[in-house]
């Protein structure tokens, strides 16, 4: 009996131990999480924006100026792009993520072999997901997130932009998560090139023309406009990530929390009845002893 109580007595301490940890991760991933979403919300009007005028620039341009980054080709090797934390503990986060990407390949990409299908991982949790499953991971990025800036972020994108304009791919997509608030994130695989042109409300492409003045040349602009834009989209999706890895596990830590509480409430209870069942037994032997010494 005393064994069992050592052993109850053990297991609360050590669920002590493990809510005080997820109450102080869930501290540190509140306060980082306010950062990461004042970044992403005031990067999002201004992505969406830029993103919409390179579509109208796109088809407005249509036939008058040569845009590589627009060319739409047959598809026969694809990049995807997959953005995911480096770290664990952020609940279902970067599983989402990753079976967003396998379901993008199995769905538009199901026509290509394994061999052409490429994978860009960001983040080690892509990167240990698919070497798992042996995909073709031709470059990896890990501990980005610990100092994501525009600089390091518009050097990735520019070597995606060359190896499109290169034809070594002929699509590539973005798969990450998109923050809208701490317990929601919408899993999303986003096409990056070749970049879309305006669609009327049918669905089909645009053929109206939007009148744009260009001022100095239009191939100056463009040639300037363009990759600053497709850069910026990229570090929006990188923000996005960022801000839903850390409302993941915010969420998950307090959902931990919670549960240590139930089990402490248990393990509190089962202490109880064990102690009260002790005691009941000594005093059982006492009055025995003294039962035995009074007929003696």
């Known amino acids: 009996m005393a064994g069992q109580l050592k052993e109850v007595r053990s297991r609360i301490k050590s669920v002590i131990s ?36 390179l579509s109208n620039i796109v088809t407005a ?26 770290r664990g503990l952020c609940g279902a986060f970067n599983t989402n993520v990753n079976k967003a ?11 290509l072999s394994e061999k052409n299908i490429h994978i860009m991982t960001i983040g080690k949790r892509s990167l ?29 994108a ?16 973005l798969v ?27 669905g089909n492409k645009s053929s109206s023309k939007a009148d744009f003045i260009f001022e100095p040349e239009k191939n100056e602009i463009l040639e300037t406009l363009i990759p600053k834009i497709l850069k910026t989209q990229f570090y929006k999706g990188l923000l996005d990530t960022n801000a839903s890895e850390h409302g993941a596990r915010m969420t998950a830590m307090d959902k931990a929390s919670e549960n240590a509480n139930e089990i402490l ?24 002893g003294a039962a035995a010494l009074k007929s003696n």
């Open 158 to 173: 520019e070597g995606v932009m060359q190896d499109y304009n290169n034809k070594k791919f002929d699509a590539v997509e």
């Open 18 to 53: 493990t809510q005080q940890i997820t109450k102080a991760m869930k501290m540190v991933s509140a306060a980082k999480l306010r950062r990461a979403q004042d970044r992403i919300t005031q990067m999002r009007p201004y992505s969406q924006k830029l993103s919409e005028m």
């Open 176 to 202: 990450y998560s998109q923050f809208k608030n701490e317990g929601t994130q919408i899993f999303t695989a986003e096409q990056f090139l070749p970049i879309s042109k305006v669609a009327d409300i049918s």
């Open 61 to 86: 341009t249509e036939g008058d100026v040569a845009i590589d980054l627009s060319v739409a080709r047959e598809v026969q090797n694809v990049l995807l792009v997959v953005m995911t934390s480096d």
């Open 265 to 288: 409430k248990n393990l509190r209870i089962s202490y109880n009845r064990a102690r009260q069942a002790a005691i009941t037994t000594e005093l059982s032997e006492i009055v025995a």
């Open 128 to 156: 240990q997901f698919f070497k798992k499953h042996s995909y073709n991971v031709i470059e990896t990025y890990t501990e980005l997130f610990a100092n994501l800036n525009f600089e390091a972020v518009a050097s990735i």
């Open 101 to 111: 990407a396998l379901n993008s390949i199995r769905t538009k990409y199901a026509h």
